[in-house]
């Protein structure tokens, strides 16, 4: 089955300190994409970071890197110098081929909190 | 102006009525999608298409319906099967296999 799974309904973190949001994936499809998401309280979703299956290096956005790691299948997002602006809900999904075309699902999410 | 357009943002139905959500993209992207996400709670896929005419059922499609005539437009349909439908309704777009998967703004929907 696919699936994607957050364990962390929340999390702390000091600002300008550095905060790690927990993702693990289950798929037996070879092919797939990772994404992560942050979401306001606006409910607007905001593109963050994307990681292929293939790809050799693990990727990075500015402040935002995943550390992928195929073999446990885990795609945690890693948050470099948190700011206020960052509290928010963050998702991880994936992309995998099912029938009819490209389906990506999503974790349940975990709420950041950023402290002055 | 690019993107995606949803419509309404909020909106109010009775319970026993259907009520019909708009998306709208002009990103011209293949892929569509519609998911739904309950207060604190991450988003759940309701159906989703690759191409016009074809659309395929996600993970709670039970009392949804949608149709996909045009590749700009993917409608969503809330029936009255639907036994709790007040939720956020968020419609999204891709290119099949590409690296980035682009949301509307969200509608909420309030049964009354």
């Known amino acids: 089955a696919q699936k994607i799974t957050q364990t962390q309904p929340g999390m702390f973190v000091q600002e300008k300190e550095a905060v790690t949001l927990d993702c693990t994936y289950d798929?037996?499809?070879?092919?797939?994409?990772l994404f992560w998401y942050k979401q306001p309280s606006s409910g607007e979703m905001i593109f963050l970071i994307y990681?292929?299956?293939?790809?050799?290096q693990n990727a990075t956005e500015g402040r935002y890197s995943l550390n992928f790691q195929k073999a446990r299948k885990s795609a945690n997002l890693v948050i470099s110098a948190s700011q206020l602006g960052d509290s928010a809900m963050y998702f991880c999904?994936?992309?995998?081929?099912?029938?009819?075309?490209?389906?990506?699902?999503f974790g349940a999410g975990t709420r950041l909190f950023v402290k002055a | 102006d690019g993107g995606i357009t949803q419509s309404p943002k909020y909106l109010f139905r009775k319970e026993g009525q259907n009520v019909t959500l708009s998306c709208e993209q002009n990103?011209?992207?293949?892929?569509m999608y519609w998911y739904r996400q309950d207060p604190g709670q991450g988003l759940r896929l309701i159906y989703y298409?690759?191409?016009?005419?074809?659309?395929q059922k996600g993970d709670i499609a039970e009392g949804y319906s949608v149709s996909r005539e045009k590749k700009e437009s993917f409608p969503l349909t809330v029936t009255s099967a639907q036994k709790n439908p007040t939720a956020f309704y968020l419609c999204?777009?891709?290119?099949?296999?590409?690296?980035?998967?682009?949301f509307g703004e969200g509608s909420w929907l309030t049964v009354v």
């Open positions: 999904a994936m992309r995998v081929l099912n029938t009819g075309g490209f389906k990506t699902i």
């Open positions: 798929t037996s499809d070879p092919s797939y994409g």
């Open positions: 990681q292929g299956s293939y790809d050799q």
């Open positions: 990103l011209n992207h293949d892929a």
């Open positions: 298409s690759q191409i016009v005419n074809d659309f």
């Open positions: 999204a777009v891709s290119v099949g296999s590409g690296n980035t998967i682009y």
